[in-house]
Structure formats: C-alpha cells, structure tokens
C-alpha cells in the first residue's frame, strides 16, 4: 500500500493553492457521492477546467486530496481508485458494470 506524503479535505470554494507534488483528487456531491477521480499538480487551474461540465456547476460539493511524490505513483492510484470505487463521471477506466455516461452529462 501506498501512504500519501500528506492529506486535505474542505470546500471546494476555498481551495486555491497549487503544489510542486502530485495528487489524487476525489470530488463529492452534498450527500458525500463520489462523483470524479483525478490527478493534478494545480488542483485550481484543474478544477477551473472541469467548470464547463454539468455535473460540475450543479454537483460538485467538497474534495479530498491525497499528495505523492510523483505523478506515476498518483497516476496508479487514480486507476486503482477509478476501477474500484466507480465514480459517477469519470470515464477512462470506468467499469464496464456502471452505466454508461451519456453525452450531455460526460461534457
């Protein structure tokens, strides 16, 4: 098992700091659904880049974040967690057992 270098949580509205490390980064809706898996260096220039997704402006509610090393290590963990707790939109390494995203919802 992996241990992160160091772990964050809090509201996406006040995040605004970017980081030399590399993270994987969970997003939530209100009742704690995880709805996205990602990595990221700068988790607002990132997240700024998620702005265009619907699911984004009506959705996302709080973050986690959990900070490696290096990006090959955040990048299997992305994967690792993607396959193993199926968030909503993610769509690389999506299981093949959720359904699948429709084009309007994916955007």
């Given at each position: 098992?992996?241990?992160?270098?160091?772990?964050e949580s809090?509201?996406?509205?006040?995040?605004?700091?970017?980081?030399?490390?590399?993270?994987?980064?969970r997003i939530y809706d209100a009742e704690d659904v995880l709805l996205y898996v990602?990595?990221?260096?700068?988790?607002?220039?990132?997240?700024s880049e998620h702005g265009g997704k619907p699911w984004w402006r009506t959705e996302a509610?709080?973050?986690?974040?959990?900070?490696y090393p290096s990006r090959d290590?955040?990048?299997a963990l992305e994967k690792e967690a993607i396959i193993s707790e199926c968030p909503k939109y993610n769509e690389v390494h999506r299981s093949p057992s959720m359904p699948p995203l429709r084009a309007s919802t994916a955007a």
């Open positions: 098992m992996t241990v992160p270098i160091r772990v809090g509201l996406l509205a006040e995040w605004r700091r970017p980081s030399p490390e590399t993270c994987v980064y990602g990595i990221t260096n700068n988790p607002a220039i990132r997240w509610h709080r973050y986690d974040i959990r900070w290590v955040a990048k």
